[in-house]
């Protein structure tokens, strides 16, 4: 028999398995590739079959019986007819995606009013199109882009959960050790979402000196958006954490689990910081002393010392051999206020 078939017989048996009595959310992933495309979303050789991040989506949602997963590759289809018939949109995209003003605006609104919500999956942050509104452009809606990834795959990073508990990182140890492709990004406005999970330079070997947050959350009007970097390597999609993880974005989304995505930029400040000394080669214990003293610091100071390290990153050499002094000046100068504030 066809493979194809056994899957959706395997599918359908668990979604009748795990029946709920709630209706289940009916989600669209879009995993179109404008630009770079990634293995978990390439078809199969010589097949129109689905991709593997497709076949994982339509596993969780069976098994969950939470949702309902239609799949494509064309961002056209997503119509404001198209809308009323979903509650979740999901992207795992890359480059200019074809998407009309008119739909851009149709999705604007249909996440504020709260009737849908939006999951953005490792690479959604590396897609954009022009788009001069009304609203947001897609790069202010998921707030970031794509700014290189110093940590490519395979790299080991550790990443840590900010903040309180939330039913969007639970999925996933407080701390744990990982290997992903990890991005930077540019244009993330820490004052617009709830980070939830960042690399923790004190124990990632490949530093940087400012905040690289992994996932964030955001209220967008009465509508929810989740975004995480991970999901790059196809292996992530078979850790039952990331599937988990997945599983409470859509149903968070969808707004049927509380969770809270009020902005903390404060925290994220005091991470950024937590980056800098640690990339300075400063002691762990040491680091979080410091971080400790500055964590009752004047906050506006905070703020503003914190867009003065994600300030050094565009300053960070292309290519190795590049020149380094300019970037070596402005990270001594805010590493010498940093260490002038938090002495004891
Ligand atoms: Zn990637």
Redesign the pocket.
Known sequence: MNRLILLVALVTALACSAAQAAPKIRVLYLDQSVGWR?APVTRPKNSNGPTLSEIALAEIGARSGAFTVESTQDAREITPEKLKAIDVLVFYTTGELPISPEAWQAIQQWVSAGKGGFVGL??ATDTHWNYSGPGQTYTAFINGRFAG?PWTEGTPVTIQALGAPSPVNKAWPRRFAYAE?IYQYSDYDPAQVRALQALDFTETPLRRPWLVPVTWAREIGKGRLFHTNLG?TPSTWNDPRYRAQLLDAIRWAAHRIPGSAKPNPEEQALWALRSLLAYQGLPKTEVEARIARLAGTDKAWLLQTAARTAALRPLWPAKPENDKRTFEVAYQAVLADVLARSEP
């Open positions: 990634h490792h690479s990834h492709e790059h």
